[in-house]
């Protein structure tokens, strides 16, 4: 048995040079903000083509999973997409399923699930299984011609079936002719990616031909099929054509997406949600969500907000905590510099930390019964994590000293941008217009630290 980590190292190495080998392909589509995820069970898709190294299978380990609106009930079968991370790495993939996934895969978001080796590739999947990305269709790097299966589960001179794959290209239709049937006769694909025939008897040999979507068309040579045949096109040409660029194609790859939202924000009168300016170059893909544990929260409290119309309320029990995530991390440094919040309680209140989770730093905040409006510089106060946001790096609000705490608020929760470090950048205080501004110092839970506070 090979030891774990020279499987990984081996699993490394595949990855690293399959993914060069697929890099660079002509782009036919677009740049589009999209995300990924992985998949284990990918070896039997939606498009049919069995195994990745099978007889039908797309000879690569590099595979996807298109989300509902990208699949169109089988259309997106032997795409291929190249996505751009986070971090600027890419990889090219070939659709041969349909994700599912509830919540996920069934928006109108676009969403590639990956196989394993690919995602790897973008991100390590100890920090999350989501992250966001650029992806745009780009010609498949196949060999040789496009390639045809019959189908095995039914087979009559009325009634068949067969699978195309192997094509540069997406196909757009499928059509036959035979002796004595010059009009072409256009088969519809199935949900299940067979292009069926159902009708008259027909004679052998039949020619069928391939359209691809921009109007290419590949005829395969006189064929007599029988159940289970797979063949290889050798008419010429055999593949459809090298397309030309899709027009104001960025060179190389696409910008990798920024991952988050540049303005900072996490709670103004709601949690914040996705961030699609079609202006800007990036797209927050998941919106902040309540994470909270051992507590009752209402996230649109209309009582005296510090700003705008709404503040949360939170009713916390023992050491339970509101906390604050996203499905996907993103690195934080050379963006923001520092957490900001108001808050403030029914009553003083001591036992309040504030801390992301991964971190061994937490800071102790004082909440009195007035708005307060905290600035807590992530490395120095809070050590926060190089990815935050996601699962394993959530922001939490916690109560330490186990008893109930007091009813707890708060409102503009914000990660400060570096361009903004030298000002609040905090909203009006439109309900405390007089309120003055001091500076405090508090200990942290774990250390020393230094926060600055405006009362």
């Known amino acids: 048995m090979i030891p774990r980590p020279i499987l990984f190292l081996l699993s490394t190495i595949f990855v690293l040079f399959a993914a060069s080998q697929c890099l660079g392909q002509t782009p036919v589509g677009p740049c589009f903000a999209s995300r990924s995820t992985w998949f284990a069970d990918n070896q039997h898709g939606a498009c049919m083509y069995g195994t990745s190294m099978g007889p039908t299978g797309p000879g690569t380990f590099l595979i996807a999973a298109s989300s509902k609106a990208v699949f169109a009930a089988s259309a997106d079968c032997g795409a291929c997409y190249e996505i751009t991370s986070v971090n600027g790495t890419s990889v090219t993939v070939m659709v041969v399923d349909e994700c599912t996934d509830p919540g996920v895969c069934d928006t109108s978001f676009p969403h590639l699930d990956l196989a394993p080796q690919a995602f790897n590739y973008l991100q390590n999947p100890s920090v999350s299984g989501v992250t966001d990305t650029q992806a745009r269709r780009v010609a498949c790097p196949v060999n040789g011609g496009i390639k045809l299966a019959v189908g095995t589960n039914f087979f009559s001179a009325t009634e068949w ?86 027009p104001n194609s960025p060179a190389g790859q696409c910008p990798p997406p920024l991952g988050y939202n540049p303005d900072g924000w996490i709670y103004t009168d709601q949690l914040t949600k996705e961030y699609n300016d079609p202006a800007l170059s990036y797209i927050n893909t998941f919106q902040w969500s309540d994470w909270s544990y051992g507590c ?85 106060d809070l050590a926060a994590p190089a990815q935050i946001g996601g699962q394993q790096a959530v922001l939490v609000f916690q109560n330490t000293l186990g008893n109930d ?44 630290s230094g926060i600055n506070a405006e009362y």
Not at 212 to 233: A, H, K, R, Y
Not at 413 to 431: E, F, K
């Open 296 to 380: 009752t929260v209402n996230w649109a409290y209309t009582s005296n907000p510090y700003s705008g119309s709404d503040c949360v309320q939170a009713n916390i029990q023992g050491r339970g905590g509101i906390q604050i995530g996203r499905a996907t991390s993103f690195a934080w440094q050379g963006a923001f510099t520092s957490l900001q919040f108001a808050i403030k309680g029914d009553i003083a209140f001591n036992g309040m930390a504030v801390f992301w989770k991964g971190s061994s730093k937490q800071a102790a905040i004082p909440v009195t019964t007035s708005w307060q409006l905290i600035t807590l510089d992530l490395t120095a």
């Open 405 to 448: 705490a007091p009813t707890i608020y708060l409102d503009s929760i914000r990660l400060v941008p570096v361009a903004d470090s030298s000002s609040s950048g905090s909203p009006n205080n439109n309900n405390n217009p007089t309120v003055a501004t001091s500076t405090t110092t508090t200990t942290s839970t774990s250390e020393s």
């Open 161 to 246: 079936e067969i699978l195309i794959f192997n094509h540069r290209t997406l196909i757009r239709g499928v059509s036959f002719t035979y002796p004595g049937q010059s009009t072409p006769i256009s088969l519809p694909r199935q949900t299940y990616n067979y292009w069926r025939y159902s009708g008259p008897g027909v004679t052998y040999p039949v020619t069928i031909s391939v359209t691809d979507i921009n109007g290419n068309v590949v005829s395969f040579q006189p064929l007599t099929l029988t159940s289970g045949l797979n063949i290889e096109n050798t008419a010429s040409p055999n593949q459809f054509p090298v397309p030309a660029v899709y």
